[in-house]
């Protein structure tokens, strides 16, 4: 029989591999593609081809009945195997063991918000759509779009632990959850006096992104309604998905102290174009994007940095001549032919990335990424405006763990 994993973590990759769904090679190769891209390591193994979508939904259903002490490892293995040989879907699974689940509690996170009162239906469901969209765990995403308080998530973590340890019952927890009056989290709702700190309308504001005039609106409708700043000017259009998922990220990241407000706003700025470009192109045109191109709409290649790159191979000899002999036999006449058709072969994809990769060998995990993230986008497994999202990030050295969902 196999060990048992960890009875308190169950993360998701020891799981796959403990399920014998994923082999330790492709997991780690997952784990490094999703260090590269800042994708979900679950999302990483999708796109390698290493593992199906429902698959992964089920390994990740059953992660979160083993937390919550629903079934034990045994049963996930056995379930899993029943739907690797079938067409059943794991609950079905679980059912044909003679597994009853219905009349357990369920003790997610949301799950329990919602128990509570402290959140509604339409909060958690937008709050899942921003934490997929993010990247982010639940939790975060909760407190950052001010749904709950910092103080809030932690007292309710806190109890989820107990509950799961079998210490308290669900109703003792949702009912310790309700008693926790608004006034109890006034401190940590104020607005803080630290400089560094940067709260969602003001980055926003200070971006260009919006005005003030739409972010007391979005005050205002959050009195009314409950619904989250965030939430409000992406229903209304103010910003997207994609530009509220970058904002809260940097947001946290000022939060946490790994960059500064001032530098939290100049990414913003200059995210804008970008992702307003990405969301300019049809998802029929992105499928046919090429390297060259998805380079420059991410503003990597700059009009300055691409003459500079066309100057430089130019100039290099023995790359000029291998490039050259990949659009013609003959040998161009003039500087000024040279460069048309160095950039002519430029537009072949894995030429551009051969000489990125030898004039710019210090840049090469970033190339590399950029390449992984435009091949998903010519097989539409990703967005191209999600694409350039992880990519912003990354040149901006800002792939971190809030990325990661292994």
């Known amino acids: 029989m196999k060990n048992e994993i960890d009875n308190t973590e169950y993360r998701l990759g020891s799981l796959l591999i403990d399920f014998g769904i994923v082999n330790r090679q492709d997991l780690d190769c997952g784990l490094r593609i999703s260090s590269m891209t800042g994708l979900p390591l679950g999302k990483a193994l999708i796109f390698l081809e290493c593992l199906h979508e429902h698959l992964l939904h089920d390994a990740i259903q059953a992660q979160s009945m083993l937390r919550d002490k629903i079934i034990n490892i045994h049963q996930a293995r056995q379930a899993l195997n029943i739907v690797k040989m079938s067409q059943l879907k794991f609950d079905e699974a679980l059912i044909t063991l003679g597994v ?3 009349d357990s509690n369920r003790t997610r996170l949301g799950e329990l918000l919602v128990s509570a009162s402290k959140i509604n239906g339409k909060q958690l469901e937008f709050g899942l759509k921003v934490s997929d969209c993010s990247g982010f ?4 995403v909760l407190v950052m779009l001010d749904f709950i ?3 809030y998530l932690r007292v309710t973590l806190a109890l989820q632990r107990e509950l799961r340890a079998g210490e308290l019952q669900e109703q003792t927890v949702s009912s310790k959850l309700r008693s926790i009056k608004a006034n109890d989290e006034t401190f940590s709702r104020l607005p803080s006096y630290d400089s560094q700190k940067i709260l969602l309308g003001e980055l926003l ?4 992104l919006v005005n003030e005039s739409r972010v007391q609106d979005a005050l205002i409708n959050q009195l009314e ?9 992406v229903e209304s ?4 998905s994609e530009m509220l998922s970058l904002a809260l990220r940097l947001q946290a990241l000022t939060q946490s102290e790994q960059i500064n407000k001032e530098k939290a706003v100049v990414i913003l700025k200059e995210a804008i174009k970008p992702i307003a470009n990405s969301e300019s192109i049809s998802e029929d045109k992105a499928s046919s994007l090429t390297f060259w191109n998805f380079l420059g709409v991410s503003n990597y290649l700059t009009t300055e940095r691409e003459n500079e790159l066309l100057a430089q191979l130019y100039q290099t000899s023995h790359l000029y001549f291998v490039v050259l002999k990949t659009v013609s036999n003959e040998k161009a006449r003039t500087r000024q032919d040279s ?17 990125l990769l030898e004039l710019y060998p210090e840049e090469r995990s970033l190339i590399d990424s950029a390449f992984i993230l435009h091949t998903w986008v010519r097989k539409g497994k990703i967005s191209l405006s999600r694409a350039i999202v992880n990519f912003i990030m990354l040149r901006r050295g800002l792939n971190s763990e809030l990325l990661k969902t292994a």
């Open 237 to 240: 259009k103010s910003v997207t």
């Open 205 to 208: 504001t200070k971006a260009g």
């Open 149 to 151: 308080s910092d103080d």
């Open 225 to 233: 309604s409950g619904k989250a700043v965030g939430q409000h000017l």
């Open 137 to 140: 765990p639940l939790g975060q």
């Open 339 to 355: 460069i048309a058709l160095l950039k002519q072969a430029m537009k072949k994809d894995a030429v551009l990335r051969c000489v």
């Open 100 to 102: 009853k689940t219905s």
